[in-house]
């Protein structure tokens, strides 16, 4: 029979093998004026937590680990609140989770990402993990905006997911009214075109506000949906990955 555990705040059996184990990261960032610092690992968690819950329906064993509130990220360091974590100190910091957790009974670790910045730590931080651990682990990552495609967002949003923009606002609302406050919306910020060539000065003029796309658009119900979409998309991929011998693939 299928089941969640939260293994940080409910006893478990050492007779107990999870088929998954789902461990949330996010950052702690600037989210404008109207997101609190934690959004992206709330939204992590919350994703988690749906899947897990998905997953469990459907007969598997879900755990559920703390989730890592801190991430690497640089856009938005100059706003006040941002905190960021070297991205050598992280990966290795990622790496040692990886390894000191996997074992025969923790053979199936995923992260689910809430934001941007940890893809490149998460991406080389697994690798390392995999071959120091060698066989019979599989370990990965999926950023959450990166279960559905672009058309699933321009037809349910008409736009696509962005920095505290409309989409990751209505997520929040969809959790918690409290997590948003509407009236601290400055007004539309179009995102600055992409360049091959980066440039610090253009970032933060980008990021004035410490957001991006139109905000005030955020709908709550739309936010719903979303978390609902995302959640059945990513169970069913996993539970496609848990049945075959492939297991999950990380490229
Ligand atoms: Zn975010």
């Known amino acids: 029979m299928g089941r969640v555990i939260k293994l940080y705040d409910e006893p478990f059996s050492v007779f107990e093998k999870p088929d998954l184990v789902i461990v949330p990261i996010g950052s702690v960032e600037r989210h404008g004026n109207h997101l609190p610092l934690g959004t992206d690992t709330i939204i992590a968690q919350a994703i988690s937590e749906l899947t897990a819950k998905k997953l469990a329906e459907r007969g598997k064993v879900v755990?559920?680990?703390?989730?890592?509130?801190?991430g690497y990220t640089w856009s938005l360091r100059h706003m006040d609140g941002t905190v960021s974590v070297d991205p050598k100190v992280l990966t290795s910091f990622i790496e040692e989770i990886i390894v000191t957790m996997a074992n025969p009974r923790f053979s199936r670790i995923l992260f689910i990402n809430g934001h941007g910045g940890n893809k490149e730590v998460l991406e080389i931080a697994i690798k390392e993990a995999l071959i120091r651990l060698g066989p019979g682990i599989k370990v990965g990552f999926i950023s959450w905006w990166d279960v559905l495609t672009k058309g699933d967002y321009e037809k349910l949003f008409g736009t696509v997911p962005m920095h505290a923009c409309e989409i990751e606002t209505s997520i929040m609302l969809a959790l918690?009214?409290?997590?948003?406050?509407?009236?601290?919306?400055?007004?539309?910020?179009?995102?600055?075109?992409?360049?091959?060539?980066?440039?610090?000065?253009?970032?933060r003029r980008t990021f004035a506000f410490g957001y991006l796309g139109d905000p005030k658009k955020a709908d709550k119900e739309k936010g719903k949906l979303l978390l609902e979409i995302v959640s059945d998309r990513l169970a069913s991929m996993l539970l496609k990955e848990l049945k075959s011998s492939s297991g999950l693939e990380i490229e």
């Open 63 to 70: 755990a559920l680990m703390p989730p890592i509130w801190y």
């Open 176 to 203: 918690n009214e409290k997590y948003v406050d509407l009236n601290a919306i400055e007004g539309k910020v179009e995102p600055s075109e992409r360049k091959v060539l980066k440039a610090i000065e253009e970032v």
